[in-house]
């Protein structure tokens, strides 16, 4: 069975410095997508990067970028100029691909505090 | 703008009444997942559709949760009856059959 683990339970940045998230996981499928979601306290959950697995080239959106390391299963989520709003819950998650409808694997959560 | 939406927002209930959660999908969309978030479980699959037919419903207690889907804009989750143990956050997300899942604001469930 596939599991996704995030080994940081809470971590703390400074506005405009750089955080880096944790993430691994564990599949035998070759065929995969990564995700990384934002829950604020509003609690709606919003997608903040995927990642395919065949691709290569690390995913970049803006301040957020992503380490995929595919050997390793090492999913890591940078942010750069961290911001107050980027204050959240986030979590990794996983979904084999194949052209299934396949659910969401969800990692426990890192609380994100970002520090004025 | 295409949103999920769920109804209520917020419920409070006591034990052993029943519960029934809405979401509307977006339109389109041929799959709809329910998951539960709790501080215990975490973020955790109770049941998806595709099309309207079930899928896979192996995350779902059978003796007092049921899932349905009776047209392509509704999806409903009820408990019956509700338990404490059930007190939860439960998201319906819509999926397109590529990309993401575009989930719902979430329904807060507290059972007393």
């Known amino acids: 069975a596939q599991t996704v683990t995030q080994s940081q339970p809470e971590m703390s940045v400074q506005e405009a410095e750089t955080v880096t998230l944790s993430c691994t996981y564990d599949?035998?499928?070759?065929?995969?997508?990564l995700f990384w979601y934002k829950q604020p306290p509003s609690r709606q959950m919003i997608l903040v990067i995927r990642?395919?697995?065949?691709?290569?080239q690390n995913a970049t959106e803006n301040r957020f970028s992503v380490n995929f390391q595919k050997a390793a299963k090492s999913f890591s989520l940078k942010i750069s100029d961290s911001q107050l709003g980027d204050a959240a819950m986030y979590f990794c998650?996983?979904?084999?691909?194949?052209?299934?409808?396949?659910?969401?694997?969800f990692g426990t959560g890192t609380l994100l505090a970002v520090q004025p | 703008d295409a949103r999920v939406t769920q109804t209520p927002r917020h419920k409070v209930t006591e034990m052993g009444q029943e519960v029934t959660m809405r979401c509307q999908p977006i339109?389109?969309?041929?799959?709809v997942f329910w998951y539960r978030q709790t501080m215990m479980q975490g973020l955790e699959l109770l049941a998806y559709?595709?099309?309207?037919?079930?899928?896979?419903d192996s995350g779902m207690p059978k003796d007092r949760f049921s899932a349905e889907m009776p047209d392509a804009t509704l999806a409903t989750l009820k408990i019956q009856p509700s338990e404490p143990r059930d007190s939860a956050v439960y998201f319906c997300?819509?999926?397109?059959?590529?990309?993401?899942?575009?989930f719902g604001p979430g329904t807060r469930l507290t059972v007393l």
């Open positions: 998650a996983y979904r084999r691909g194949g052209g299934a409808t396949n659910k969401l694997i």
């Open positions: 599949t035998s499928e070759s065929d995969y997508y």
């Open positions: 990642q395919e697995a065949y691709k290569q």
């Open positions: 339109l389109g969309h041929n799959t």
């Open positions: 559709f595709r099309n309207r037919a079930p899928l896979d």
């Open positions: 997300a819509s999926y397109p059959g590529w990309g993401e899942q575009f």
